[in-house]
T-cell receptor
């Protein structure tokens, strides 16, 4: 069994300040973890993935995430927010070798960027 | 340009009517997926297909049907048996053994009144 919890439904930051979106997971197996971004009325786009290689993962648009097994966390960060980062972000957990029904999506975090 | 197309972007239907949502991909991916997205709910898997002429139910398949006659196409029919069909529907595809790395279409917003 697995689950994923995004700890904040909304996060608001000022442009140019750091972004932190929190994600905790639970999994019976060694998990694969992903972050996706969704701009309004659009499909989702993969930001980055963790699949048991380096624990610090770099993604597109300056985002990165760190896998911390001891804390069962996979928080998404960015040093400096841009207005274009305003979107919904989803943390996703999957089991290694699992099928599509092995993916679990978080409920999403809405990131608001203040000018 | 490679990608996934969904049509139409907005769809309106009367209660009791079946409606089919289109999904086409030219990424040469074996696997395709349908999700439903409701506000504050994240994504829920309706059906998925890993190969032509084969598909499996996801978490919320009741009231929906699919077909996979061609690699490029994976249409979803929302039947009158679906109790709450109004939602945003997303189609995705992936390489078969990279399930977590999915490419998504732009979505279809279905409103049933």
């Amino acid at each position: 069994a697995q689950s994923v919890t995004q700890l904040d439904s909304h996060v608001s930051v000022s442009e140019g300040t750091p972004v932190l979106l929190r994600c905790n997971y639970s999994s019976s197996y060694s998990p694969s973890l992903f972050w996706y971004v969704q701009h309004p009325n659009k499909g989702l786009q993969l930001l980055l993935k963790y699949t048991s290689a380096a624990t610090l993962v770099k993604g597109i648009n300056g985002f990165e995430a760190e896998f911390k097994k001891s804390e069962t966390s996979f928080h998404l960060t960015k040093p400096s927010a841009h207005m274009s980062d305003a979107a919904e972000y989803f943390c996703v957990v999957g089991s290694h070798g699992g099928g599509a029904d092995g993916l679990t999506f978080g409920k999403g975090t809405h990131l608001i960027i203040q000018p | 340009d490679g990608g996934i197309t969904q049509s139409p972007k907005y769809l309106f239907r009367k209660e009791g009517q079946n409606v089919t949502l289109s999904c086409e991909q030219n990424l040469n991916h074996d696997a395709m997926y349908w999700y439903r997205q409701d506000p504050g709910q994240g994504l829920r898997l309706i059906y998925y297909s890993q190969i032509v002429n084969d598909f499996q139910k996801g978490d919320i398949a009741e009231g929906y049907s699919v077909s996979r006659e061609k690699k490029e196409s994976f249409p979803l029919t929302v039947t009158s048996a679906q109790k709450n069909p109004t939602a945003f529907y997303l189609c995705a595809s992936s390489v078969r053994d990279r399930v977590g790395e999915q490419y998504f279409g732009p979505g279809t917003r279905l409103t049933v009144t």
